[in-house]
């Protein structure tokens, strides 16, 4: 069965430093993969999204994801933390075959922003 | 366009009783799912649907039902709440075909007491 781990719950960055949120997945066959955004109190929205062709994939917010397929991973990352980026980041991964979208979750990042 | 909605947005339910959390979409999606969050575990599957008539088990589905009589609707029932289920749900919608961008909604916070 597929899998998604989120290494660290929590990361601390500086307000200006980079953001560097890591994604690693277990397929066979790579998935569609994707990074979501929690909001205190929000639902989820999604950041960017990996489904074919270029591996650097950029979203909004300035922030981007690169697919490593010899690597399994999905890292996400963005050059300059603001303190507005507080928030819990998911990965999740959607397996190709599927019909609709099933998502598997990664456990969540939780991102601080000290100023 | 209202995109996924869901009511109500907070619940309290004592041990036992039972509920139903609504969800709708206005985009003509196909496909619609269930989702608990708990800390510490992202979210997880409860039940889906792939269109009207159609639904199935997920990871998680045991104390919950749902049905779907229509494209635009899926409710969650609680059979007989239970602590356990204190989480905060949400409804995700897509299309059928291609990439499959889930939608969600803004959530429902339930207490179990």
């Known amino acids: 069965a597929q899998s998604v781990t989120q290494l660290g719950s929590h990361v601390s960055v500086s307000e200006g430093a980079l953001v560097l949120l890591r994604c690693n997945y277990s397929?066979?066959?790579?998935?569609?993969l994707f990074w979501y955004v929690q909001y205190p109190n929000q639902g989820l929205q999604l950041l960017l999204k990996?489904?074919?062709?270029?591996?650097l994939v950029k979203g909004i917010n300035g922030f981007e994801a690169e697919f490593k397929k010899s690597e399994t991973s999905f890292h996400l990352t963005k050059p300059s933390a603001h303190m507005s980026d507080a928030a819990e980041y998911f990965c999740?991964?959607?397996?190709?075959?599927?019909?609709?979208?099933?998502?598997?979750f990664g456990q969540g990042t939780e991102l601080s922003v000290k100023p | 366009n209202a995109g996924v909605t869901q009511t109500p947005k907070f619940q309290v339910l004592k041990t036992g009783q039972s509920m139903t959390l609504q969800c709708a979409q206005d985009?003509?999606?196909?496909?619609m799912s269930w989702y608990r969050q708990d800390p510490g575990m992202g979210l997880r599957l409860i039940h889906y649907?792939?269109?009207?008539?159609?639904?199935d088990q997920g990871e998680v589905p045991n104390g919950y039902n749902v049905s779907r009589s229509t494209t635009e609707d899926f409710p969650l029932r609680l059979l007989s709440a239970a602590p356990s289920q204190t989480s905060v749900y949400f409804c995700a919608s897509s299309y059928l075909q291609g990439e499959n961008t889930q939608y969600f909604g803004p959530g429902t916070r339930l207490t179990v007491l």
């Open positions: 999740a991964v959607s397996d190709r075959n599927n019909q609709g979208g099933k998502l598997i």
């Open positions: 649907s792939v269109g009207a008539g159609i639904t």
């Open positions: 990996y489904t074919t062709g270029a591996t």
């Open positions: 985009m003509n999606h196909e496909y």
């Open positions: 397929s066979s066959v790579p998935p569609y």
